[in-house]
C-alpha cells in the first residue's frame, strides 16, 4: 500500500520539469559606435574612466579620507545594505515553499468522565472517572508539488529582486562617491574666491589709502575718495557671504558622512587638484555592464517576467502532497506501542473552474509589468548613454572656456598694474584704475567657478560611466 504513493511522489517530481512563462531573455538594444563629444571618432580603446577605482582618480589625501567615512558611515548607503538583507530573507521564505516541511507535534488530554450524564456510566463499567488521552504525531510531508513552476518562478523573481537591491546598493555608491567629490570641490572653490576676496580688499584698501593721502594733498578729489570706498565695501561685502556658503557646504559634506554639523578638514587647494591627464570614455557596449543601475533595471526586469509564469500557473491544477505518522492512545506508556500506531498521506488537488476573471486579469497585469520593466530598462540605457556625452561635452568646453578665462585674468593683471601705475605718476585718472580693478576682481571670479566646473564635469564623467563602486 506505501509503494502507490512513493509512486505519485516519484512521478510528480518527473512532471516538475514544467515551467510555465516565458523565459528570460535580455532585449536587444544596439549601443551607438561612440559617445557624442567633440571631435568626436569611433572609439576603439576599450579603456575607460569608469573602470578604475575613487581613490585613483580623486589624489587629494584628505578628500580620500573623507570618502572613505562616508562609505562607512553614509546613511542611504547603510539603508541600501539593509534592504539587501530583506530581499536576501525574502529569497529564503520563497525559496522554502519549494521544499517539504517536516514537523512534531504531541498533546496530553486529562477529562473525567460524569456518572449522571445523559448516559449514565456505573462504577463496574468505568472504576475510574478519570481518563488520560495523548497523541505525538510527525509530519512526515507537506509540500506543494511544484509541477507548473509556479514556486520557482516566484523563486527567480525574489532572486532577481535580491540582485536589484544590490546593483542599487552599488548604484547609492557611485552617487555618494561623486556626491562627496563634488562637495568637496566647491567648498575648496569657496575657500578660493575667499582668499581672492581678501586679497582684492587689502589692495583696495591700500588704493583707498593712497585717495586719502592724494586728497589731503589736493590732488584726488571727494569724488575719487567715494569711488575708492565703493571698491573697498564691495570687496568686503563679499566675504560674510562666501563664509556662509562655506559653513552650509561643511554641513553638507558632514550629513553625507553620517556625523553631525563640523568643521572639514582641507587638503591640497583648488589649483593643486590633480585630475587624470586623459579621461577616456570607453565602449559604449561596455557601459552596459558597468554601470549599477542599469543592470538593476535588467534586474527588475528579470522579476517582472518571472511574475508571468507565476501568474499563468493559477490557470492549471495545484498539487498538494501531506501525511504524517505517530501514535494515539488512552495510555501514555503504551503511546509509541503497535496497536497505537497512526498514519495518514493525503494527496490534494485543486484546480479553478470560475474565477470571472480573475486569473485572466492577473496575467495581463504582470505583463503590463513586464512591459512597464522593459521601458524602465530601455530608458536606463538611454540616459546612460546622454550622462555620459553631457560630461564629454562639458570637459571639453569647460576646459576651452578655463584656457581663455586665464588668458583673460592675465591680461587684466597687466591692465590694473599699469592702471595704477599712470595713476600715480599722475598720468591718468583714478577712473581707469578702479575699472580695472573692478574688471580684475570679477574675471578672477568667474576662473575660479571655471575651473570648480572643470572638476565637477570629471567627477560627472566618472560618475556616468558607472564608476565608483569598485
Not at 218 to 225: F, I, M, N, R
Not at 413 to 433: F, I, M, P, S
Amino acid at each position: 500500500m506505501m509503494r502507490k504513493p512513493v509512486i505519485a511522489v516519484v512521478a510528480a517530481a518527473l512532471l516538475a520539469g514544467c515551467t510555465v512563462g516565458p523565459n528570460y531573455q535580455r532585449p536587444a538594444i544596439p549601443a551607438p559606435a561612440n559617445f557624442r563629444a567633440p571631435g568626436g571618432t569611433p572609439t576603439t580603446d576599450p579603456t575607460s574612466l569608469g573602470d578604475l577605482k575613487w581613490f585613483e582618480v580623486f589624489k587629494d589625501e584628505k578628500l580620500q579620507e573623507l570618502e572613505r567615512t562616508a562609505l562607512a558611515q553614509n546613511y542611504d548607503l547603510r539603508d541600501a545594505a539593509a534592504r539587501i538583507e530583506a530581499a536576501n530573507a525574502q529569497l529564503g521564505v520563497t525559496r522554502s515553499n519549494q521544499y517539504p516541511n517536516v514537523g512534531a507535534g504531541a498533546d496530553i488530554s486529562t477529562i473525567r468522565l460524569s456518572r449522571n450524564g445523559q448516559t449514565p456510566l456505573p462504577v463496574a463499567f468505568v472504576p475510574s472517572q478519570n481518563r488520560t488521552f495523548g497523541a505525538a504525531t510527525l509530519s512526515l510531508l507537506s509540500f506543494e508539488v511544484d509541477i507548473w513552476g509556479r514556486l520557482r518562478r516566484a523563486t527567480e523573481a525574489a532572486r532577481a529582486n535580491l540582485l536589484s537591491a544590490e546593483e542599487n546598493r552599488k548604484a547609492v555608491m557611485t552617487t555618494l562617491v561623486s556626491d562627496v567629490a563634488s562637495n568637496y570641490f566647491s567648498l575648496r572653490e569657496l575657500d578660493y574666491q575667499l582668499d581672492i576676496s581678501r586679497r582684492t580688499l587689502a589692495t583696495r584698501q591700500e588704493s583707498l589709502d593712497l585717495i586719502k593721502n592724494r586728497q589731503a594733498g589736493g590732488v584726488a578729489t571727494l569724488l575719487d575718495l567715494r569711488q575708492g570706498e565703493q571698491l573697498v565695501y564691495t570687496a568686503s561685502e563679499t566675504i560674510p557671504a562666501l563664509q556662509q556658503q562655506i559653513e552650509q557646504t561643511e554641513n553638507q559634506i558632514s550629513l553625507l558622512l553620517g556625523r553631525n554639523p563640523g568643521e572639514i578638514l582641507r587638503g591640497r587647494s583648488l589649483t593643486e587638484q590633480e585630475m587624470p591627464p586623459e579621461v577616456p570614455a570607453g565602449l559604449p557596449s561596455a557601459l552596459l555592464e558597468r554601470r549599477p543601475d542599469i543592470r538593476a533595471a535588467e534586474q527588475n526586469l528579470i522579476a517582472a517576467n518571472a511574475e508571468i509564469g507565476v501568474a499563468k500557473a493559477a490557470y492549471f491544477p495545484q498539487i498538494s502532497l501531506s501525511g504524517f505518522l505517530g501514535g494515539q492512545g488512552t495510555q501514555l506508556s503504551s503511546l509509541f506501542s503497535g496497536p497505537s500506531g497512526v498514519w495518514n498521506f493525503t494527496p490534494q488537488v485543486t484546480q479553478p473552474i470560475f474565477t470571472a476573471g480573475r486569473i485572466k486579469s492577473e496575467v495581463k497585469l504582470s505583463q503590463a509589468f513586464r512591459e512597464s520593466a522593459l521601458i524602465q530598462y530601455k530608458k536606463a540605457i538611454q540616459t546612460a548613454f546622454t550622462e555620459v556625452s553631457d560630461a564629454l561635452i562639458a570637459h571639453q568646453r569647460v576646459r576651452e572656456s578655463r584656457v581663455q578665462q586665464e588668458l583673460l585674468v592675465a591680461a587684466l593683471q597687466d591692465r590694473t598694474n599699469l592702471a595704477y601705475v599712470r595713476y600715480r605718476g599722475g598720468v591718468d585718472t583714478l577712473l581707469n584704475a578702479l575699472d580695472a580693478d573692478r574688471d580684475l576682481f570679477q574675471a578672477e571670479l568667474a576662473l575660479s567657478q571655471i575651473r570648480l566646473n572643470e572638476l565637477n564635469s570629471v567627477v560627472q564623467l566618472y560618475k556616468a560611466l558607472g564608476g565608483g563602486w569598485q
